[in-house]
């Protein structure tokens, strides 16, 4: 059988593969497939109408404070992407709080790192953001995921797949009875971020009972497979 055609068999099924992993949101904060999330923003605007129903949020930790059951956590709210890692970037809509059972420790959960929370909305709760009062829409977490610290680098290439068909339609006439068809190659260079934490672990995971664990290997290498088989920014 010829290369080019094996070739081109083949290619649509790598790329469904790499889009079906990409779906796939860590353990901790996956919820039954039936169950219905409730938007940041519908939250936001109806919350006693949602109290009580299932939301997956992420975002940045503007703060974290220690209660002596619980830890209480404000972060900046951004979009998932779709295996649920928040995407940050200069602007958010808003923020929100969680509280998540047991401790965390603050020199891990630091500000400025990505988290992903699922958990059951309990309404609003007015805060202070610097001397402005703020109005959180809140949750109570059953799970969450601290992602690593990564650099991300994106350069597009074009290349050129060499196919067996003759003239218009069939893409650009090349040499020798040869057309040519235009196709994308993505390249993605990730350098992690070096932490001195006193020992605090890079992507960890909490289930209901709110415990963490270290799943460092897990993490880096579905982040790296899952982002170069998405192309948000």
Not at 16 to 37: N, Y
Not at 64 to 78: A, G, M, P, R, S
Not at 95 to 105: E, H, N, S, T
Not at 136 to 141: C, G, K, N, R
Request: charged letters at 25%; proline letters at 6%; aromatic letters at 12%.
């Amino acid at each position: 059988m010829n290369c080019s055609l094996i070739k081109r068999n083949l290619l649509p099924l790598i790329v469904m593969l790499l889009m079906a992993g990409c779906a796939s949101v860590p353990e901790s904060v996956q919820l039954p497939e039936d169950t219905p999330l409730v938007p940041y923003q519908q939250a936001a605007a109806e919350p006693d109408v949602q109290k009580d129903k299932m939301a997956r949020w992420g975002g940045v930790i503007a703060n974290i404070e220690n209660k002596q059951d619980k830890t209480q956590l404000d972060l900046v709210f951004y979009p998932l992407r779709g295996y649920g890692r928040p995407i940050v970037g200069k602007e958010s809509i808003g923020r929100f709080r969680v509280y998540v059972k047991g401790f965390l420790d603050p020199m891990v959960y630091k500000k400025g790192r990505s988290v992903t929370f699922a958990g059951k909305i309990k309404g609003i709760e007015e805060g202070l953001v610097g001397e402005h009062v703020y109005q959180y829409p809140t949750l109570e977490a059953t799970g969450y995921y601290l992602w690593e610290d990564i650099d991300r680098i994106e350069i597009e290439t074009i290349s050129v797949w060499p196919h067996f068909r003759y003239g218009y339609p069939y893409g650009y006439r090349g040499i020798y009875g040869w057309n040519h068809w235009p196709f994308y190659q993505r390249h993605v260079v990730v350098r992690k971020h070096q932490h001195h934490n006193n020992g605090g672990n890079q992507g960890d995971s909490g289930a209901i009972n709110g415990n963490h664990s270290n799943n460092r290997s897990n993490d880096r290498g579905n982040d790296w497979h899952k982002q170069r088989g998405n192309r948000e920014p």
